[in-house]
């Protein structure tokens, strides 16, 4: 069945690009309701144009003695080494929240568990973690230590085995969601209560540019609700140090976002907009790549104008 996305309830869109086939594979948190209640898994869709998607395709559905059952988060697909590989958040009563990986021979899937349990601190409350492969070939797993526990949200990064399998060293501390000019604390009831402010880090993703130059996307609120914006490694590596944009590449009601490349070679944006559960969708939008960093294209720029 061919959907267009106004069609798709989804959050943390996630697209992989397959230039064989000439095909998009579209991922995320797309169970119906995602905050209670029991967990389906993760869908996917595909599409030859980013336009007309067809599916749903079951891309992970637990088993019945899977540790999680509620609150399937930010599923992402890397391929690497060969196979395809599910990163994506998972909690259960008794224990925190934390990204497992999940593999398959095939991008759509099925996944199956292939670590054993999140690869994030099992102490730590953490979210969203995306894969990152450095110049010199190594894995490493860039994640949220999440704002539930430490107030001001942090973006951590963590050395993985060169399987996948496990965590190597300890967790590396990249910066703080406050350390971004655009980044406004949390104003909500349920954090009013707080000794200190609440500033929220999600959806980390990084990306190297064609001057070599590392950028990182990451989510938190700003101004105008759920935003997105850019920091910038200087010294080219994952661990940085990194320097925030000084204004957020979205601003208004939209985020967790990533960059892909169109068949043709071009980048694209995609994020959900808008950030109430259950009218989030996919939206797309063109980038122009520059020598240190991404802006929208002045189509898109239209666009979110006329949506601030």
């Not at 000084?246 to 985020?255: A, M």
Request: proline content about 8%; overall charge negative.
């Amino acid at each position: 069945m061919s959907h267009s996305l106004d069609d798709i309830q989804i959050r943390d869109p996630f697209v992989l690009t397959l230039p064989a086939s000439g095909r998009y594979l579209l991922f995320g948190s797309t169970d119906r309701n995602i905050w209670s209640g029991q967990a389906t898994g993760f869908d996917c869709y595909g599409s030859r144009d980013l336009i007309h998607w067809e599916g749903p395709v079951a891309a992970f559905r637990p088993s019945p003695g899977f540790w999680s059952h509620e609150q399937y988060w930010a599923p992402e697909v890397h391929e690497y080494q060969g196979r395809y590989f599910m990163f994506a958040t998972f909690i259960a009563p008794g224990r925190l929240r934390g990204t497992q990986v999940l593999a398959s021979e095939a991008p759509e899937g099925p996944f199956e568990p292939w670590s054993d349990g999140p690869l994030t601190p099992h102490n730590w409350q953490c979210l969203d973690g995306t894969l990152h492969v450095d110049g010199e070939g190594r894995p490493w797993m860039v994640f949220c230590h999440e704002w539930k526990q430490v107030h001001d949200g942090t973006i951590m990064a963590q050395r993985l085995s060169p399987d996948l399998r496990t965590a190597v060293g300890v967790p590396v501390f990249l910066f703080s969601a406050s350390e971004a000019p655009w980044a406004r604390a949390l104003d909500v009831p349920s954090v009013k209560d707080r000794d200190f402010p609440v500033y929220v880090t999600d959806g980390p993703f990084v990306f190297r540019l064609r001057s070599g130059n590392l950028i990182m996307l990451w989510s938190s609120f700003g101004d105008e609700g759920y935003a997105m914006g850019i920091a910038r490694s200087q010294s080219g590596t994952v661990l940085g140090p990194w320097v925030q944009e000084e204004e957020p590449l979205w601003s208004t009601d939209g985020g967790h976002g990533m960059i892909g490349r169109n068949l043709d070679g071009g980048l694209f944006l995609t994020l959900h907009q808008p950030n109430q559960s259950p009218h989030e969708r996919a939206a797309f939008f063109p980038l122009l790549e520059l020598e240190e960093t991404v802006v929208l294209h002045p189509q898109a720029q239209e666009c979110d104008s006329r949506r601030a």
